[in-house]
């Protein structure tokens, strides 16, 4: 493995747009190895939170630092609510982010081949993969996520198009992730879900980061009021 | 080799063919002429016989004359073919050409409606058949375009003394075959070339009304584009075009060129 | 008047050669200008999309702008360029069938680039995060946009096919109509014309839709297979 970029550390990080603020001061530091859950009410900015840590937005205010500078694609993925498939078959997909990073077209084949057999999709491999079912359309983002490698995975609500069955796969491939070793990040609006997979919880309350610390405390006894709130199915702004 | 595999290399073979269309490496001439010349199928006559004397392939570009002598004065044609003889001159004498040489003549023709309502018909000069389409306001479709064939007209309402203008004078600003087409729509009267008229296929209700006075006379002539002017000139090949032309086997082409047993153009060189 | 439909299917059926030959003609001048057209303009179009430059929004309108260009502008431009006497006359281009496909490639250009940057921009503002993401750039998503949008951007190309094939203007005025040289289907339908022979002038017109129509089902037959076949 390559040198760990982990732990990634947002220090007093803000994210603004037209001078409104929509992430403000967060300082978080996410450790190797761990199950990170995001929680927080619609808007509250979540997915905001994980653009951020993956780059795909800068800090307005405010700085983000992996241990190794900046992090190269790759050693890093992440995962969308809504995966953005290319037109293409499943096996050219998962071949997509290989070419990206300059692998041979030899060494390309047989890493897709591996992953399709490790997912599951060997069956599916010359299909479009737009023609997918919803189930399978995830796991095929989740196997690209994972095709090159990632040591930390950011998953941004993948479970909430889905139907129960679906979402128990993913979940499995996510603990297995985990158990590979690989930090996971995750946001969610499942509760239950979040129960399942959290080691530790981050809860985010109108862009503002009020409580973090281990999932067994956090869904025990929650130290702020907007948490317990939202915990207990209130509606909180 | 399998009859069907020969079928399908012919097949590609003549795709390929034409896909690299002309390749032939011939030597060739371009020469600016005017519509009627083209639309007549004069050249469609003549040229293939000139071709096979001498191998040089001409190419046509039909344009009004004006046109035609403004691509010759650009030094995009080796020679121009055009009928109006004062602009003709006017060209050699800037320098743009080298010299005049007659070819051939054919007439203009008053067309309009066969029961003439504005009763061009009995007039004695052509003139004055312009003047009674003038006064009845009988519709007239102009070529507009500064051809031949519009100076030629321009030149009959000067001589009747008549500034045409008002509804009833159509300016088509086209060619001699798109203001016949009008002119056969509207029932209008129209001055045109006799060689277009006899070519001419939708003639409608139209007729010859007018034909013979002599100021009437369309005279073709051919000139080379100087090629101190513009060294790229083709002069030997476009000489010889024009020697041939005014030569008795030139000559004979032209007046054997028939429409209907009718005789289009008369040589005039020599 | 013997029937337009009647005449074109004799003339198509007697296999013609110098209709033959016009109609090679056709295809090759505007096959080329569509070839070169997309050459140049799907990248250009995808970089515009992609790109962020001051001026950015005038050479958006302009291009919008030039799909409406008059063909005999377009043919007026080249000619002057082309002309002996223009800065590009020695090359002899003038009334030959370079020159034609010259004038149809400006007529097509407008056409793919603004097609292709509209289709880009729009997948761009889907992709871009996944693109991102997954480690492409901007330069590198050109080629994966252009591919994922290829559907759209037929439909643009076949404009832009459509467009060259049934124009006149640009072709009459560089090419000049030469008879076995430069004489394409629209230009000998304007000669039948201007002949007063419109019967054999619709049945070349006929042809022309035929060929265009033939041409137009293939691509949709093809668009509609990538579709199933990908999705």
Request: one cysteine or more.
């Amino acid at each position: 493995m390559t040198a760990a970029i982990l732990p990634l550390t947002l220090d007093r990080a803000g994210y603004a747009v037209g001078g409104k603020p929509l992430l403000s001061d967060v300082t978080l530091t996410v450790p190797a190895g761990r199950r990170l859950i995001v929680l927080g009410a619609n808007g509250a900015g979540k997915s905001l939170l994980l653009r951020l840590c993956h780059g795909l937005i800068e800090p307005t205010s405010g700085r983000r630092r992996w241990a190794q500078g900046e992090a190269r694609p790759g050693a890093q993925a992440m995962v969308f609510q809504r995966p953005i498939l290319l037109r293409r078959t499943v096996a050219a997909n998962l071949a997509y982010p290989l070419a990206l990073r300059g692998l041979p077209r030899a060494g390309r084949a047989d890493t897709v081949a591996r992953t399709l057999d490790r997912f599951g999709l060997a069956a599916l491999a010359d299909r479009p993969a737009r023609l997918l079912s919803g189930g399978e359309q995830q796991r095929l983002a989740l196997a690209r996520a994972w095709v090159t490698g990632p040591q930390v995975l950011f998953l941004d609500e993948p479970c909430s198009a889905l139907d129960p069955s679906a979402t128990r796969i993913i979940e499995e491939m996510i603990a297995r992730f985990s158990a590979e070793g690989i930090t996971i990040v995750m946001t969610t609006h499942d509760l239950g879900q979040a129960r399942r997979l959290a080691q530790d919880v981050a809860f985010l309350h109108r862009g503002r980061l009020i409580e973090h610390q281990a999932a067994d405390g956090f869904f025990a006894g929650p130290q702020t009021p907007e948490a317990r709130a939202f915990l207990a199915g209130d509606l909180i702004w | 080799m399998s009859p069907t595999r020969r079928h399908v290399l012919s097949a590609l073979t003549g795709l390929t063919l034409l896909a690299a269309l002309p390749a032939r490496a011939q030597e060739f001439i371009t020469v600016a002429s005017t519509t009627s010349t083209e639309n007549s199928g004069l050249f469609g006559h003549i040229l293939p016989i000139f071709q096979a004397e001498t191998g040089i392939e001409v190419r046509v570009i039909a344009q009004g004359t004006g046109q035609a002598l403004e691509t010759g004065r650009r030094g995009d044609a080796d020679v121009v073919f055009v009928h109006a003889r004062a602009q003709e001159d006017k060209f050699v004498a800037a320098g743009w050409g080298v010299q005049r040489f007659d070819v051939m003549y054919n007439d203009f023709v008053l067309v309009g409606p066969a029961e003439d309502p504005a009763g061009a018909g009995p007039a004695t000069t052509a003139a004055e058949a312009m003047a009674n389409v003038a006064a009845a306001a009988a519709p007239f479709a102009s070529r507009g375009d500064d051809s031949g064939t519009h100076v030629a007209e321009m030149n009959l309402w000067s001589t009747a003394g008549i500034r045409p203008e008002g509804g009833w004078y159509l300016s088509t600003g086209s060619g001699m075959g798109a203001t016949l087409n009008t002119a056969a729509q509207a029932g209008a009267y129209a001055l045109t070339d006799r060689g277009t008229w006899l070519g001419f296929n939708n003639r409608g209700p139209l007729q010859i009304v007018f034909q013979g006075d002599p100021v009437l006379f369309n005279p073709y002539g051919i000139i080379l584009v100087n090629p101190e002017k513009h060294p790229h000139v083709k002069a030997e090949a476009g000489q010889k075009f024009i020697d041939w032309i005014v030569s008795p086997a030139g000559q004979r082409a032209i007046a054997d060129f028939r429409i209907g047993g009718e005789q289009l153009f008369f040589g005039s060189a020599g | 008047m013997e029937s337009p439909f009647v005449t074109a299917f004799t003339l198509m059926q007697r296999a013609d050669p110098a209709l033959m030959q016009i109609i090679g003609l056709s295809l090759r001048v505007t096959l080329t200008a569509v070839l070169i057209a997309c050459v140049i303009g799907l990248p250009l179009g995808a970089a515009l999309a992609l790109a962020r430059f001051p001026g950015r929004g005038g050479v958006i309108v302009l291009f919008n702008a030039l799909m409406g260009l008059p063909p005999v502008v377009a043919g007026l431009v080249i000619y002057l360029a082309l002309s002996r006497s223009g800065p590009l006359g020695t090359f002899a281009l003038l009334f030959t069938p370079a020159a034609m496909i010259a004038a149809q490639t400006l007529l097509i250009l407008p056409i793919v680039v603004s097609l292709t940057r509209s289709v880009v921009e729009d997948l761009w503002a889907e992709y871009r995060d996944q693109l991102l993401s997954l480690g492409a750039n901007r330069l590198r998503a050109v080629p994966t946009l252009l591919w994922d949008g290829r559907v759209s951007l037929l439909t643009g190309v076949l404009a832009g096919f459509g467009r060259a094939s049934a124009e006149v203007g640009a072709v009459l005025i560089v090419g000049g109509n030469i008879a076995g040289h430069t004489r394409t289907m629209t230009t000998a339908i304007t000669l039948e014309t201007n002949r007063g022979n419109l019967g054999l002038a619709v049945a070349l017109g006929i042809i022309l839709m035929a060929l265009t129509l033939s041409l137009n089902a293939a691509a949709w037959a093809a668009g509609q297979w990538a579709r199933s076949r990908l999705g």
